[in-house]
């Protein structure tokens, strides 16, 4: 079966703008959540959400923001962006909140690189 | 807030040499635990976890147990090859994060 799928892979934007990012998570998984991977912080929790309620925030300031679908696919949305912003974000999917154990584990995306200029 | 803490790559390593990547954690509770492995150009893939204290996840040939009285969860693997060579990750489930993780330890492997 299809894992999950992240598009673009790669973006170039100007300091300013604004971009979003899509995830298709696997098929029957409700919950998805967003990473953010640089090399100076690693890899920070940004959201998570589950049946389009967003049921967890990471600590990234308001111009971070997601959303969720009915079909599960995620968007999250940068506005303004700073160069900081360069990363590589990653989504992952889980049937947490499924009747699964909690241990269950989550299937990662290959990321969209983001470079900012 | 729970943490965990891996120690510092990188790791170079020749082919068939024995591996081991430290991991300790602080946490409430004895959380799961978790090895992520990051391939170049990749996203993570989860290579094994354990969801218990004297628990062992293994594989593709890797180890790691759960120790709790050493907060603990160290990855090893009895002879690596080139193509392990990636960034492991640990990781737990920790409050509201679905996830939270180490800094990563880059290993490279050398035929």
């Known amino acids: 079966k299809a894992g999950v799928t992240q598009t673009p892979r790669y973006l170039i934007k100007t300091r300013g703008q604004q971009v979003t990012l899509s995830c298709s998570p696997i098929s029957g998984h409700r919950s998805v959540s967003w990473y953010q991977q640089t090399p100076g912080q690693g890899l920070q929790f940004l959201f998570e959400y589950f049946s389009e309620t967003q049921r967890n925030k990471g600590n990234f300031p308001g111009r971070f923001s997601g959303r969720q679908f009915s079909n599960s696919r995620s968007e999250m949305n940068v506005s303004t962006l700073e160069l900081g912003d360069s990363a590589l974000y990653l989504c992952?999917?889980?049937?947490?909140?499924?009747?699964?154990?909690?241990?269950?584990?989550?299937?990662f995306g290959s990321g969209t690189r983001l470079t900012v200029v | 807030g729970d943490s965990v803490t891996q120690m510092e790559g990188p790791v170079t390593l020749s082919e068939e040499a024995f591996l081991t990547i430290n991991c300790t954690y602080t946490?409430?509770?004895?959380?799961?635990l978790f090895w992520y492995v990051q391939y170049p150009g990749e996203g993570l893939q989860l290579l094994l976890k354990a969801t218990k204290a004297d628990d062992k996840g293994s594989n593709k040939g890797f180890e790691a147990t759960y120790r709790k009285e050493t907060t603990s969860f160290h990855l090893e693997k009895g002879s690596v090859q080139v193509s392990d060579s990636a960034v492991y990750f640990c990781a737990l489930p920790s409050g509201n994060t679905p996830l939270v993780f180490g800094k990563g330890t880059r290993l490279s492997v050398i035929a």
């Open positions: 946490a409430t509770g004895y959380p799961s």
């Open positions: 992952a999917s889980s049937l947490k909140g499924q009747g699964v154990p909690a241990n269950y584990g989550y299937t």
